[in-house]
Protein backbone atom coordinates (compact mmCIF):
# COMPACT_ATOMS: atom_id res chain seq x y z
CA UNK A 1 0.00 0.00 0.00
CA UNK A 2 1.33 3.66 -0.62
CA UNK A 3 -0.08 6.83 0.89
CA UNK A 4 0.34 10.17 -0.41
CA UNK A 5 0.07 13.32 2.10
CA UNK A 6 0.38 16.54 -0.15
CA UNK A 7 1.47 19.97 1.40
CA UNK A 8 -0.75 22.62 -0.28
CA UNK A 9 -0.83 26.03 1.02
CA UNK A 10 -4.95 25.75 0.84
CA UNK A 11 -4.84 22.68 2.99
CA UNK A 12 -3.79 20.77 5.81
CA UNK A 13 -1.67 17.58 5.48
CA UNK A 14 -4.21 14.68 4.48
CA UNK A 15 -3.73 11.17 3.70
CA UNK A 16 -4.76 10.17 0.34
CA UNK A 17 -4.45 6.75 -0.79
CA UNK A 18 -2.43 5.91 -4.37
CA UNK A 19 -3.59 3.11 -6.40
CA UNK A 20 -1.18 1.12 -7.22
CA UNK A 21 -0.66 -2.94 -8.50
CA UNK A 22 1.37 -5.10 -6.42
CA UNK A 23 4.92 -4.67 -8.19
CA UNK A 24 6.21 -7.71 -9.80
CA UNK A 25 9.73 -7.85 -8.04
CA UNK A 26 12.06 -5.98 -10.98
CA UNK A 27 10.55 -2.90 -11.00
CA UNK A 28 12.74 0.14 -10.53
CA UNK A 29 11.21 2.33 -7.97
CA UNK A 30 10.79 5.60 -10.12
CA UNK A 31 10.42 8.64 -7.34
CA UNK A 32 13.09 10.26 -5.55
CA UNK A 33 12.74 11.32 -1.84
CA UNK A 34 14.52 12.26 1.38
CA UNK A 35 13.82 9.74 4.58
CA UNK A 36 12.74 10.96 8.06
CA UNK A 37 15.60 13.42 9.83
CA UNK A 38 17.17 13.74 6.65
CA UNK A 39 18.24 18.16 7.13
CA UNK A 40 17.42 20.60 4.54
CA UNK A 41 19.19 23.51 4.96
CA UNK A 42 16.87 27.12 5.12
CA UNK A 43 16.67 30.37 5.67
CA UNK A 44 16.55 29.66 9.17
CA UNK A 45 18.86 26.69 9.68
CA UNK A 46 18.58 23.13 9.36
CA UNK A 47 15.64 22.16 9.28
CA UNK A 48 14.29 17.95 8.95
CA UNK A 49 12.30 17.17 6.00
CA UNK A 50 9.32 15.98 7.53
CA UNK A 51 9.05 19.88 8.60
CA UNK A 52 9.54 21.29 5.40
CA UNK A 53 6.62 23.54 4.84
CA UNK A 54 4.94 24.61 1.58
CA UNK A 55 7.17 28.35 1.64
CA UNK A 56 9.91 28.06 4.17
CA UNK A 57 13.04 29.46 1.69
CA UNK A 58 15.55 26.41 0.88
CA UNK A 59 19.17 26.97 0.01
CA UNK A 60 20.55 25.81 -3.44
CA UNK A 61 24.01 25.54 -4.80
CA UNK A 62 23.77 28.54 -5.84
CA UNK A 63 23.47 30.29 -2.21
CA UNK A 64 19.65 31.83 -3.40
CA UNK A 65 17.32 30.91 -1.27
CA UNK A 66 14.15 29.42 -3.39
CA UNK A 67 10.37 29.13 -1.91
CA UNK A 68 9.04 25.40 -1.37
CA UNK A 69 6.33 25.08 -3.90
CA UNK A 70 5.33 21.56 -3.04
CA UNK A 71 5.85 18.91 -0.50
CA UNK A 72 4.15 15.66 -0.13
CA UNK A 73 4.90 12.07 1.18
CA UNK A 74 4.89 8.48 0.37
CA UNK A 75 4.58 5.85 2.81
CA UNK A 76 5.83 2.24 1.46
CA UNK A 77 4.71 -0.50 3.59
CA UNK A 78 6.42 -4.12 3.72
CA UNK A 79 3.78 -6.05 1.49
CA UNK A 80 5.02 -3.25 -1.55
CA UNK A 81 8.41 -3.25 -0.30
CA UNK A 82 8.84 -7.07 -0.63
CA UNK A 83 7.15 -7.17 -4.01
CA UNK A 84 9.72 -4.15 -5.18
CA UNK A 85 12.96 -4.31 -3.94
CA UNK A 86 13.96 -1.68 -5.79
CA UNK A 87 12.34 0.92 -3.57
CA UNK A 88 14.44 0.23 -0.55
CA UNK A 89 16.00 3.27 0.55
CA UNK A 90 19.68 3.77 0.31
CA UNK A 91 21.72 5.20 3.27
CA UNK A 92 25.22 6.90 2.92
CA UNK A 93 27.50 7.28 5.86
CA UNK A 94 28.91 10.35 6.75
CA UNK A 95 32.05 12.08 5.12
CA UNK A 96 31.03 9.40 2.00
CA UNK A 97 31.95 12.13 -0.33
CA UNK A 98 34.48 14.29 1.85
CA UNK A 99 34.36 15.34 5.14
CA UNK A 100 31.07 17.09 6.36
CA UNK A 101 28.99 15.65 2.69
CA UNK A 102 26.90 13.67 4.46
CA UNK A 103 27.04 15.68 7.81
CA UNK A 104 25.17 12.64 8.78
CA UNK A 105 23.77 9.39 8.32
CA UNK A 106 21.67 10.45 5.09
CA UNK A 107 18.45 8.10 4.04
CA UNK A 108 16.92 8.53 0.78
CA UNK A 109 15.36 7.02 -2.45
CA UNK A 110 17.02 4.94 -4.55
CA UNK A 111 16.01 7.29 -7.09
CA UNK A 112 16.73 10.40 -5.38
CA UNK A 113 19.31 12.64 -7.51
CA UNK A 114 22.92 13.55 -5.84
CA UNK A 115 26.04 15.11 -5.87
CA UNK A 116 28.10 11.83 -5.36
CA UNK A 117 31.29 13.47 -6.71
CA UNK A 118 34.45 12.94 -4.22
CA UNK A 119 35.97 16.65 -3.25
CA UNK A 120 34.39 19.61 -4.92
CA UNK A 121 32.77 18.43 -8.63
CA UNK A 122 29.80 18.15 -9.23
CA UNK A 123 28.38 14.84 -10.40
CA UNK A 124 24.85 13.81 -10.02
CA UNK A 125 23.60 10.25 -10.19
CA UNK A 126 20.88 8.60 -8.54
CA UNK A 127 21.42 7.20 -5.26
CA UNK A 128 20.72 3.38 -6.62
CA UNK A 129 23.93 3.70 -8.27
CA UNK A 130 26.10 3.93 -4.87
CA UNK A 131 24.34 0.88 -3.23
CA UNK A 132 27.15 -1.28 -2.62
CA UNK A 133 30.05 0.47 -2.81
CA UNK A 134 31.98 1.92 0.66
CA UNK A 135 29.56 4.03 2.73
CA UNK A 136 26.26 3.63 0.96
CA UNK A 137 23.92 0.52 1.54
CA UNK A 138 20.33 -0.71 1.37
CA UNK A 139 18.04 -0.29 4.35
CA UNK A 140 15.95 -3.24 5.84
CA UNK A 141 13.41 -1.38 7.46
CA UNK A 142 10.14 -3.37 7.23
CA UNK A 143 8.61 -0.11 6.06
CA UNK A 144 9.59 3.42 4.27
CA UNK A 145 8.45 6.70 3.95
CA UNK A 146 9.82 9.51 1.48
CA UNK A 147 9.22 13.20 1.81
CA UNK A 148 9.28 14.63 -1.45
CA UNK A 149 9.27 18.55 -2.33
CA UNK A 150 10.46 20.65 -4.94
CA UNK A 151 11.02 24.95 -5.54
CA UNK A 152 8.85 25.33 -8.80
CA UNK A 153 12.02 24.75 -11.11
CA UNK A 154 14.96 22.35 -11.50
CA UNK A 155 17.54 23.11 -8.50
CA UNK A 156 20.24 21.46 -6.76
CA UNK A 157 19.71 21.89 -2.84
CA UNK A 158 21.76 21.77 0.23
CA UNK A 159 20.42 18.54 2.59
CA UNK A 160 22.78 16.77 5.38
CA UNK A 161 25.87 19.02 3.51
CA UNK A 162 25.14 17.16 -0.20
CA UNK A 163 23.63 18.99 -3.30
CA UNK A 164 20.55 17.11 -3.81
CA UNK A 165 17.76 17.45 -7.02
CA UNK A 166 14.38 18.66 -6.87
CA UNK A 167 13.01 18.87 -10.26
CA UNK A 168 9.21 19.43 -10.54
Not at 104 to 123: D, E, F, K, M, W
Not at 139 to 154: C, I, K, M, R, W
Amino acid sequence: MIVNQSMRPERALRARPVPASRPSGSELWPLPGLCWNARVTTSFGELPVQGLRVRDLVKTSTGQFLPVKWVDQIHLDADFLSGCPDARAITIEPNTFGPGRPSQPLTVSPQQRLNAAIGHGTYIRPARDLSGNPGAGRNTDAQQSYYLFHVGEPALVYVEGVLISTTP
